[in-house]
């Protein structure tokens, strides 16, 4: 929820390397093109005509990503804005955009690389090569206008991982484990109970940690273990 793009993009992967076949390896080999071509970048004297040998690759994955990123944050919208009113999060309404700094169409994707004269010269370079790094880029997202407070980004934070659910079940007719980590801790008892009906009735599979005993009774036919100085037993079923 908060950081870097690169670090609020991994979500938006992560869930699309599951959901759309050939996405993780258009993913590597964008990797590949773009860390090939900036290396040329940040050479003493740059190669004009080696550095555009990567221009087709970056523009034909890097495109490719921008689409496939855009679709989904559209998708992820009315998802996360249920789980907030299931789970009566946040009476606030939720807006998510994905505001890359390319373009998702391969073509001006690849004139916006080439932008520039021939790197005959520092001050004759494309603008990419003269900050030594590949632009534009799917990695290069707006930052964001405000950072959510504290409370908001936790809402936030479990109002898109319940979307994830929704839209990889949607897109995958699987339904993937979830880990709630110290729900006692982001959640008063009235949302935890509406938190815990919402999961069932998606039928995932769930891992609860908690220290309150109290949570765990709110959880029938939950197997229930306890850890202690490093040590995992058994601690009965409800």
């Known amino acids: 929820m908060r950081g870097p793009p690169e670090l609020r993009q991994t979500p938006l992967d992560r869930i ?19 860390r090939s071509r900036n290396a040329l970048l940040r050479e003493k004297h740059p190669n004009a ?7 087709f690759p970056v523009a034909r994955y890097g495109s490719a990503l921008v689409r496939a990123r855009a679709v989904l944050a559209h998708d992820l919208v009315p998802a996360a804005r249920r789980a907030l009113d299931e789970v009566a999060l946040s009476p606030d309404a939720i ?13 001006a ?19 990419s090569a003269r900050t030594a790094t590949t632009s534009p880029s799917p990695g290069r997202a707006c930052p964001p206008a405000w950072w959510p407070a504290r409370g908001q980004t936790r809402a936030l ?8 659910l929704h839209v990889l079940e949607a897109r995958t007719r699987a339904i993937p484990v979830l880990l709630l980590d110290d729900v006692s801790s982001e959640l008063d008892r009235e949302r935890t109970a509406r938190l815990f009906k919402l ?40």
């Open 157 to 164: 934070a479990l109002a898109l991982r319940l979307a994830e």
């Open 109 to 127: 994707f690849t004139a916006a690389l080439a932008e520039g004269p021939p790197a005959t010269s520092p001050a004759a370079a494309p603008r």
């Open 49 to 55: 005509k080696a550095i555009q040998a990567y221009d």
């Open 16 to 34: 699309l390397v599951r959901a759309v076949d050939g996405y993780g390896e258009a993913l590597k080999s964008y990797g590949k093109a773009l």
């Open 199 to 238: 999961v069932a009735a998606l039928g995932a599979q769930v891992f609860v940690t908690t220290t309150d005993p109290a949570i765990a009774a709110m959880l029938p036919g939950a197997r229930r273990f306890a850890v202690a100085d490093g040590a995992v037993t058994p601690a009965g079923a409800g």
């Open 95 to 107: 807006e998510l955009k994905y505001q890359p700094r390319a373009s998702g169409d391969q073509v």
